[in-house]
């Protein structure tokens, strides 16, 4: 089971987990925007001030194999050994490639997530998916490799944009989705225009054990895992799409857009009920505004599901869709009209 500490002292927590991990030396790995607004948070500890800096260019454009190569460079360069630590200390990107860089280095170091973002906290650096995207594809490229204590606090959050902050909230819509009623209903009372930070803290380290059950339950995605995935089969081939069509998008706000289209098939295929459908496009439509589709795009977007990697054939798409709010019904695959029909609905729920 990964260490999760859910801290409201990250300076002192974090004291403890270096000393408590053997390592030689010490590495930290940020982006240029981490480096300069999260870093100083931490900064107080001499360890940190006497570790190895690595700092690459930073969103989801950066999550390449060439900033990969950066990191490796790095640690290949300062000495860097099969005992050494590596913090990431970022959102997702910088915790997803910097996983696959300790995944990769001598075949497997050490390494300790500190999120920055609201998605870091509550999902990215939880549950061991490390990678890079690659050839215009999401997390292409990678490895199960948890690491081996994710630090979490909201201390981070205060500098982060409302697109950032929404971002995450996206997941943990999906969260709520995929559990409980209760837990949808709560969520659905956020004012993104007025941040109630203590509320979001205690909602943050709820929505991050939803996560934490089922990775637990399910490390390798062989099953229950693939509910972590609605939205995505959708949300991913949009935001491929959309960095292709050189206007890129926060993965939260695909995701937030896949689930409209994905909660529709829910209802048409599972029998996910209306109302809570139509709660999930205004709460959507409302926050997230419409990423710019029309039907001539609908092959191209067709043809990024077919590489999603829950799919069993090349030429079938398998989606995971939900039954009611908390029922998680895998492995559905859906035939090519009818992922259309859904992509129709998307556009009609967000007014395109
Ligand atoms: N491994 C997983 O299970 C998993 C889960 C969800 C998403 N992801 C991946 O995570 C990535 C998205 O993560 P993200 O949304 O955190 O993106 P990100 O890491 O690109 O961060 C978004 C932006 O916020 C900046 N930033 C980070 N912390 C900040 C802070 N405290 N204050 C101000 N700015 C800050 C970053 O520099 C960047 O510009 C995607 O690549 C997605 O595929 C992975
Ligand atoms: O942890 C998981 O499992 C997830 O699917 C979480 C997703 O939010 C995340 O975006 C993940 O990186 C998607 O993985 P992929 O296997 O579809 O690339
Ligand atoms: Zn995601």
């Known amino acids: 089971m990964q260490r999760i500490i859910k801290s409201n002292n990250p300076i002192a927590d974090l004291a403890t987990i270096i000393s408590e991990i053997r ?15 999260c870093l100083p948070l931490i900064e107080s500890l001499p360890v940190i001030q006497e570790a190895g800096q690595i700092v690459i260019p930073p969103n989801d454009t950066g999550k390449t194999l060439e900033n990969l190569a950066r990191i490796w460079s790095h640690l290949t360069r300062n000495g860097a050994t099969r005992h050494s630590l590596l913090i990431n200390l970022g959102g997702g990107m910088i915790t997803d490639i910097g996983g696959f860089a300790a995944a990769t280095f001598k075949r497997g170091i050490s390494y300790v997530n500190i999120p920055t973002t609201l998605l870091g906290a509550v999902d990215a650096a939880v549950g061991g998916k490390t990678g890079i995207n690659f050839e215009g594809f999401k997390n292409e490229i990678g490895a199960f490799y948890p690491a081996a204590c994710v630090l979490i606090s909201s201390r981070f959050f205060h500098t982060l944009g409302r697109g950032d902050i929404l971002s995450g909230y996206s997941e943990m819509l999906k969260h709520a989705l995929i559990s409980s009623t209760e837990e949808w ?9 007025d941040i109630n930070y203590d509320w979001l803290t205690e909602t943050v380290f ?75 496009i205004h709460f959507i439509h409302r926050n997230y505004g419409a990423f710019e589709i029309g039907c001539d795009d609908y092959e191209k977007l067709y043809d990024f599901m077919r590489h999603d990697k829950k799919n069993e054939t090349a030429s079938s798409v398998n989606f995971t869709l939900l039954s009611d709010i908390g029922k998680i019904e895998i492995n559905q695959v859906v035939d090519k009209e009818l992922i259309f029909q859904s992509l129709d609905f998307y556009r009609d729920s967000v007014g395109l």
């Open 23 to 37: 390592h030689d030396r010490l590495f930290v790995l940020t982006d240029e925007h981490t480096a300069r607004l």
């Open 185 to 193: 209903k709560n969520l659905l009372t956020f004012d993104a225009g």
């Open 206 to 280: 709820h929505s991050v054990s939803i996560k934490e059950e089922i990775v637990e339950k399910d490390p390798f995605e062989r099953n229950l895992r693939k509910a972590l995935n609605l939205g995505h089969t959708v949300g991913h081939a949009f935001e491929s799409f959309a960095l292709e069509s050189g206007r890129p998008v926060l993965h939260g706000y695909a995701v937030a857009w896949g689930l409209i289209s994905e909660l529709y098939l829910s209802h048409r295929l599972c029998g996910f009920p209306k109302e809570e459908l139509l709660q999930a």
